[in-house]
């Protein structure tokens, strides 16, 4: 888990608690862990700004077909472009959405899609804007992570019982050694 666990703006509530702390995500610091701190309010500002961002895009995207067809460039280059970026919105969501639930496998391979992921763009915003709508993005996988290391750690701080050095005192004594 992170050691840096407050966002600005973000309450820490968390960081002085012993063991691991949580992981921040982005627009929501580690609100998401008590849903306080305008975790409501961020979680809707999310889900209507990456909408509003795609529709954007979208007209973005509409005016440059539109020059398209001023250049006069052909009916099959328009068929083209729409098709690229059709294709690359579908992965682009595909592999975002992916990414809520569960840490990348091959980071090589991540890296390797970054740019099909930039042209897909407005699929990216679309996974983000749903996605919002149910909790924040990333949060199920970040809380399952977190909750873990939290049992982990608790496990491991329960089992330990008083002090090391007390307990050479019992009687026990330790061979020498020859």
Not at 28 to 42: A, E, K, N, S
Not at 123 to 146: D, I
Request: glycine letters at 12%; aromatic letters at 8%; proline letters at 7%.
């Amino acid at each position: 888990m992170s050691e840096n666990s407050a966002a600005p703006g973000t309450p820490p509530a968390t960081a002085t608690a012993p063991g691991p702390q949580p992981e921040p995500i982005r627009f929501f610091g580690t609100t998401w862990v008590d849903h306080d701190g305008g975790y409501g309010l961020r979680r809707a500002g999310v889900a209507v700004g990456s909408l509003a961002a795609a529709v954007a895009a979208c007209f973005v995207l509409r005016f440059a077909y539109e020059g398209l067809e001023i250049a006069d460039v052909g009916g099959i280059v328009g068929m083209l472009v729409i098709a690229m970026f059709s294709i690359c919105s579908a992965i682009a969501f595909r592999k975002t959405w992916e990414g809520f639930g569960a840490r990348p496998g091959d980071p090589s391979r991540e890296d390797a899609l970054r740019g099909l992921k930039s042209i897909g763009f407005i699929g990216s915003l679309l996974a983000y804007f749903v996605r919002s709508l149910t909790e924040a993005p990333g949060e199920k996988l970040r809380r399952t992570e977190y909750e873990r290391a939290r049992a982990q750690f608790e496990k491991r701080r329960s089992t330990r019982t008083g002090n090391p050095a007390a307990r050479k005192a019992s009687g026990r004594k330790r061979p020498k050694r020859g």
